[in-house]
């Protein structure tokens, strides 16, 4: 009977062989989660940060490029360091923050590097890379930051910071905690362009933190791809110059070429170095430079909007002629009843009206393009004729934004029907109560850059380009550029010349001081009100292109508080436009550039406006 | 009868066939959970585990041609002599050894190390069978029954000394060959009712205990006879139960070092206890193991033994890498080796005419099959962590050594099995 015994025992031997099978397979098949836990132990992530595109100006040389800065990392486990104090010395940090650090990586994993410190510069690297080998536990990784060749051009270039946690929230297109992103200007708008694609490699690690090599050989690993390159349209040199010219003043300069709509200078003053906002100091500087009272971040020449001034005669001047209330050859007499003006009572034809920026001419064209004698009502008839008004001038691109590639451009105003309805009631305002806007003061608002727009599109007699600051983008060697349509204004271009030749004669006549003698400057002064009731003097405006024939340049300038658009803005333009077209200032009798670089417009005898 | 056919007659081919593949697929699992991708170092490299490993396989091997070179009938006689040596050594270890992970279990000689306890098996195993074969004892009878238990524990008893719990378990595996020869199944049903009463008492309160025990009392009277005498020892075993539920209860708690009471808890409860600290070993090998999946990462391309996360990767958890590398797959095929090994065993053990041979042969059974049980089902929590090797697999010299000598040595004695029933 004993012998039955066996199979007892090896009954259970078989039983105990089943629960293992059946354990095991609970753990291995059934169980996935063992799987990842497992890689969690082993495995370190390695992000290698891609290198930000770079942007180049016009003439290829570089405005932004990356500099290598370095995190110092440490493993806690191996820290050995032989003196405290000299290690604190030799980073410039407090015990405390000594101290504070290495708690915080601690808690972090006592075996897996993390980041002592942030952005140890190049020149501090160099300093204490010898003294590296000493300090056991703690290795540098380098990655890079902005630098921008000249503390220029700030507002347009924008700068880059950490991604915040709502736009990670939002974001769909693989940024992470610690990413840098564009935050203003062509940092963010060409942010998808700029950024490259980070790589990631996996390393094996044991228990201890030691390196195992590349995990399934690097088959998931990725190489980063670096950001596309921007070819700007900028003039590096010549934004330079603009600056110079600002320095110490409030206003804006654009400068377009008008045969393509790229911007070669787009200026604001007061501005801020670029390079403050890179880097280790980015925090501390950007309070500074929000909190300072100038407003250094506000970035005028598509932020800030004026009454366009004695320059919107030229456009009403087009309208006119392209709707033909008047002719080039027509002679309309004018006396000084309608509204005040610097130009004398007389026979006036276009030509002549922007020549003395004859304020009375301009209100009686203005009175024909609103009464057409379309309806009898005289309200009526104002309320048809500024629809077309309103129409006519939007073509030249005020009133709407631009569509420039910086973020942050205002549409100005141009005042039409529907807004004199809300300020007078419908049908109960006319021509008289909008006589103002004939000579570019009242409701309607501009931009600098819409301002400097309006020079391209003369100078190109009848359409513009799109304004942009960014010309190509340039992927490893390959360039392609961006197209853009011309616009055109109105039905016909014939009578271009002929304003063309008045802005001319209005140079001579009211900003004598922006000739040079052998560049001649198409132009029209102008004085923006700046809406304040004291003493302080309106805004110098002042718009030109040059040369009259294929034009190179058209630009805007406004100098804030610095009176008659002759003189400041006058002067800066023709400055700019000499260096850009001579490639240097010419000396003269009188030297023009110490003259506005003074910035003490306000003296001597008035001029005609 | 003088030998014929040779050196090898009557060797059970099986048996040496399922010894080598063992040993073999051990040796290239000690390499894979100790291999380090980076060194890249040889299999035969003298200054890793797997190197070694050779070595003490090498010397298996000339103890084989040993054995099969000695006398069968020399283990019968000097068993009580082995017995005794061994007793002296286990006493030996706890006043002169070197404590290695808090066990005084080694002798140390220069770079040369040796387990007493891994032989004293063998011994016992020898004495035990010599003992029940004479033909005096009765296992039905309590002096034999306790002389017996007496083989069985006294070793224990030393081996706790030191303390090494897990090659103290083993020798309750001589539990085996004694019931086959006739130890009342009471016995069994009693420890095993200890075994789940404890287990019970871990996982729940005392008074539920008391109430289970109670029901399966009152529904044992009412499925048997209602006599007084029924009654009374029913009470009395209850009784006892719970008495046992208690004491074991206030041991768990008050006297086990915390450290051991930890590692018990963390079976039942492995998401409470500490993952770094007692269940570091365990949460380590689970997620080793469950990593391997239904066919496993593949050999060398495992990554948490090797790398150090499983500690004692390739002696007591080697069947974490196994379980990593080769999958539910690999693990099945070893688990059906180990059952097969110890069905022949049983198998030899029954053809034996000699008593002596036949308790032997299931000591050696037991042995196995308490060491494969133990070990792996340490390693994926069904039981404490304990130090214990799974027998051919784990790395070491006197693990192998003593598996290959008893299995040997009941080879040997199964080759001669004709001329055992000659001479009886």
């Known amino acids: ?609 | 009868m003088s030998r014929e056919g040779g050196f090898f007659a009557n060797l059970d081919w099986l048996t040496v066939f399922l010894y080598f593949i063992l040993v073999t697929l051990g040796w290239f699992n000690i390499y894979a959970s100790i291999y380090d991708p980076v060194a890249d170092l040889s299999i035969l490299d003298m200054s890793i585990n797997s190197g070694k490993q050779v070595l003490w396989i090498g010397t298996s091997i000339i103890l084989i041609i040993v054995i099969l070179l000695l006398d069968f009938r020399i283990y019968e006689s000097v068993a009580p002599l082995l017995y005794g040596v061994f007793i002296l050594l286990l006493i030996a270890v706890v006043i002169v050894g070197k404590e290695i992970n808090g066990a005084k279990a080694w002798f140390q000689f220069g770079s040369f190390r040796l387990q007493p306890s891994e032989f004293t098996k063998f011994a016992t195993a020898l004495l035990l069978g010599r003992y029940i074969s004479t033909n005096s004892v009765k296992l039905t009878e309590f002096k034999s029954q306790l002389t017996a238990f007496v083989i069985m524990l006294f070793p224990v008893c030393l081996i706790m000394l030191q303390p090494d719990l897990g090659s103290a378990l083993i020798f309750f595996s001589f539990v085996i060959p004694i019931f086959r020869e006739g130890l009342p199944p009471i016995y069994l049903v009693a420890g095993l009712s200890l075994v789940i009463i404890g287990v019970l008492t871990i996982v729940l309160p005392i008074h539920i205990i008391a109430i289970i025990l109670g029901s399966v009392g009152v529904i044992w009277i009412l499925l048997t006879s209602k006599s007084l005498k029924n009654i009374l020892l029913t009470l009395l075993i209850v009784g006892a139960g719970i008495g046992f539920s208690s004491g074991f209860n206030y041991a768990f708690d008050e006297v086990l070092p915390k450290y051991q009471r930890d590692r018990i808890l963390v079976i039942f409860y492995p998401d409470t206890v500490d993952p770094q600290g007692a269940g570091y070993n365990l949460n380590q090998s689970k997620i080793a193991i469950g990593s391997g999946g239904f066919s496993g990462k593949g050999f060398l391309d495992g990554t948490q033994t090797k790398f150090d996360f499983v500690p004692e990767q390739s002696t007591d958890f080697i069947f974490s890498t196994l379980a990593e590398e080769h999958g539910w797959l690999g693990c099945a095929f070893i688990i059906a080796l180990f059952i097969a090994l110890m069905m022949r065993i049983v198998f030899i053990a029954e053809r034996q005419k000699s008593q002596f041979a036949r308790i032997y042969g299931y000591s050696i059974a037991g042995i196995i099959f308490f060491h494969f049980t133990i070990n792996i089902a340490m390693t994926i929590g069904l039981f404490p962590v304990v130090g214990i090797p799974l027998p051919f697999f784990s790395y070491g010299g006197s693990s192998l050594w003593s598996f290959t000598i008893m299995l040997f040595v009941l080879l040997k004695i199964d080759m001669h099995r004709t001329q055992v029933l000659m001479r009886g």
């Not at chain 1, 004993?2 to 007892?8: A, C, D």
């Not at chain 1, 410190?117 to 204490?128: D, F, P, R």
Request: some cysteine.
């Open chain 1, 1 to 609: 009977m004993l012998e039955n015994r066996r199979y007892i025992i090896q009954i259970f031997f078989i039983f105990i062989g089943l629960v293992f099978l059946v354990r095991l397979f609970a753990l291995q098949v059934a169980d996935d989660t063992y799987r990842t836990k497992a890689e969690r132990n082993i495995l370190q992530r390695i992000v290698e940060y891609p290198f930000r595109g770079l942007i180049y100006d016009r003439n290829q040389e570089l405005i932004v490029y990356n500099e290598p800065i370095y995190d110092l990392m440490v493993v806690p486990r191996d820290v050995h360091i032989p003196d405290t104090t000299e290690f604190c010395n030799l980073f410039d940090i407090t015990r405390e923050e000594f101290d504070e650090n290495i708690k915080r990586t601690k808690r972090y994993s006592r075996v897996k590097p993390s980041v002592f410190l942030k952005k140890i510069s190049h020149e501090k690297y160099a300093q204490i890379q010898d003294q590296l080998y000493k300090l056991n536990g703690f290795y540098v990784n380098p990655r890079t930051v902005r630098r921008y060749s000249q503390p220029i051009l700030a507002n347009e270039l924008g700068y880059i910071g950490e991604i915040n946690p709502s736009q990670l929230a939002k974001d769909s297109s693989g940024y992470q905690a610690g990413d840098y992103i564009g935050v203003t200007g062509l940092e963010e708008y060409y942010e998808p362009e700029l950024r490259g694609e980070r790589g990631v490699s996996y390393k094996m690690v044991n228990v201890r933190g030691i390196d195992k090599g590349s995990y399934k050989d690097g088959a998931i690993d990725t190489l980063s791809i670096p950001g596309k390159n921007l070819i700007s349209t900028i003039d590096l040199d010549l934004q330079a110059y603009a600056e110079k010219l600002l320095a110490g003043k409030r206003g804006s300069v654009v400068a377009i070429e008008p045969s393509t709509g790229e911007v070669l200078v787009m200026a604001s003053a007061p501005t801020y170095d670029p390079n403050l906002l890179t880097g280790k100091y980015l925090g501390d500087n950007f309070e500074k430079i929000r909190s300072d009272t100038t407003s250094p971040l506000f970035n005028r020449p598509i932020m800030a909007t004026y009454p366009p001034g004695s320059i919107f005669k030229t456009v009403q001047a087009l309208i006119a002629l392209d709707v033909g209330v008047t002719t080039t050859d027509e002679k309309v007499k004018v006396d000084l009843t309608k509204i005040g003006d610097h130009a004398p009572a007389g026979t006036y034809d276009v030509r002549k009206g922007l020549r003395y920026s004859s304020n009375n001419y301009f209100v009686e064209i203005m009175r024909r393009l609103i009464t057409r004698g379309e309806s009898q009502s005289y309200f009526v008839d104002s309320r048809l004729g500024m629809e077309k008004w309103t129409k006519a001038v939007r073509q030249f691109g005020f009133g709407s934004r631009l569509g420039i590639d910086v973020h942050g451009e205002v549409a100005g105003k141009v005042p039409d029907v529907e807004y004199y309805d809300g300020v007078y009631g419908r049908n109960r305002w006319a021509y008289s109560n909008i006589q103002s806007l004939a000579i570019g003061q009242g409701e309607m608002l501009v931009t600098p850059l819409q301002v400097a727009n309006l020079g391209a599109t003369i100078a190109n007699r009848g359409y513009y380009i799109k304004p942009h600051l960014i010309r190509a983008v340039e992927d490893n060697g390959v360039i392609t550029p961006f197209e853009h349509e011309k616009v055109y204004v109105g039905n016909g271009n014939e009578y271009y010349p002929e304003i063309i030749e008045g802005m001319a004669q209005a140079v001579k006549q009211t900003a004598p001081r922006a000739i040079i003698n052998d560049i001649e400057i198409i132009g029209k002064t102008g004085t923006a009100e700046n809406g304040v009731k004291d003493e302080s003097l309106d805004h110098s405006v002042f718009m030109a292109f040059a040369p009259r024939d294929n034009p190179k340049i058209a630009i805007a300038v406004y100098v804030e508080n610095s009176g008659m658009g002759g003189r400041a803005a006058g002067m800066t333009a023709s400055l700019i436009i000499e260096k850009f077209l001579r490639g240097y200032i010419k000396k003269n009798w009188w030297n023009r550039e110490a003259y506005v670089l003074k910035g003490d417009f306000i003296d001597e005898d008035e001029e005609v406006n």
